[in-house]
């Protein structure tokens, strides 16, 4: 697999994250219907503000992309991935895994001790891909 550069996002990734998010094949499965461009902008804003919203760029191009959120105090050790997606033409390469194992990888770092996936309960591929 190549390296993938993982990163927080920023202003410039927008047209590709949007571009990934609403194509049918992803965006049923991200918790949002269809829409123009202009309409997602807020939704952008609210994942850059989260401040842990990562993209994974593939030859310097954004090919997926996931959320962490990470529970406070005594149970810091917590995180939830999600949303995360990743590029239709990526489907099948095992770029997905590879994104979710080097996530894993860095937050195990910080010491993260469980993952908690969120994924769409009518989403069979994504539930075989996170029971592997």
Known sequence: MRTALH???????FDR???IYVHPAVIP???????????????YQSLLASGVFTVV?????????????RQEGRSSHVVTLGPLAVAPEQRGSGFA???LEEAMRRLQAEGVLRF?????????????????
């Open 29 to 43: 499965y991200l918790g949002f219907d269809p829409m123009p461009r202009d309409d997602f902008r807020p939704v």
């Open 7 to 13: 990163r927080p996002a920023t202003w410039d990734d």
């Open 97 to 99: 895994a590879t994104m």
């Open 17 to 19: 994250v949007y571009e």
């Open 116 to 132: 908690e996936l969120m994924v769409e309960a009518d989403n069979p591929r994504g539930i075989a891909f996170y029971r592997k």
């Open 57 to 69: 760029e593939l030859e310097a191009t954004v090919a997926g992309f996931y959320k962490t959120v």
